[in-house]
């Protein structure tokens, strides 16, 4: 009996060193992206790469407006009165792996000013707009998944109804993420609304 008790030991041991982790897997100790943590990383990207820093006060705000459900994309508005700027950041956010195997969080940040927000959000409802029909006709095969797919400046876009929904996929800078369509929405209806 003793002799079990710790070979169930030594499996139970050996396989929580050895396993494999992601962040979706439920990992106890998985760090979850999420709106307060891409409010506070932004920060250092908005002051060092939008707003500029200097020795003069500047004041500015970033809003969350939503995060997709696969938290790989979190949506921002930003407003400077002191700097006259205004914006939309794209967060992103996924796993890595370096040349050893090592696994790591990144981030990144797109930034589109007031205007290049405005045309990239009305660039992708025209998209969605347009393709509806062909997107959501099953009568070919039903059990195809309907692509369109678009470059917008350095990102690639994947537009796909997969079992009934939309789901939005952003290639950029090695980030392969997905935008639901509801956090999509919201997305444009709150920024149109703040600014």
């Not at 929580?16 to 979850?32: C, E, M, P, R």
């Not at 400077?80 to 794209?90: A, D, I, R, V």
């Not at 290049?116 to 095969?141: P, S």
């Amino acid at each position: 009996m003793k002799e079990k008790l710790i070979l169930l030991l030594f499996i139970i041991i050996t396989d929580s060193i050895y396993a494999q982790t992601s962040a979706n897997s439920g990992n106890w100790f998985a760090k979850d992206w999420n709106k307060d943590i891409t409010v506070f990383r932004s920060n250092e990207f908005l002051i060092k790469n939008i707003l500029g820093n200097s020795d003069e006060i500047s004041k500015f705000e970033n809003i969350a407006l939503a995060s997709s459900n696969s938290g790989e994309i979190t949506t921002l508005l930003y407003k400077s009165e002191t700097k006259n700027k205004e914006g939309l950041l794209l967060c992103f956010y996924g796993n890595f792996w370096n040349d050893n195997g090592t696994e790591y969080q990144g981030y990144g940040f797109k930034n589109f000013n007031k205007d290049e927000a405005c045309n990239f959000l009305n660039k992708l409802q025209e998209v969605l707009d347009a393709t509806e029909d062909y997107r959501t006709n099953n009568n070919t095969n039903a059990y195809a998944e309907k692509n369109i797919s678009f470059r917008y400046g350095d990102m690639d876009l994947l537009i796909s109804n997969i079992y009934g929904k939309v789901v939005i996929r952003i290639f950029w800078k090695g980030f392969d993420s997905s935008w639901d369509f509801n956090s999509y929405k919201k997305s444009k209806k709150r920024f149109e609304k703040k600014i």
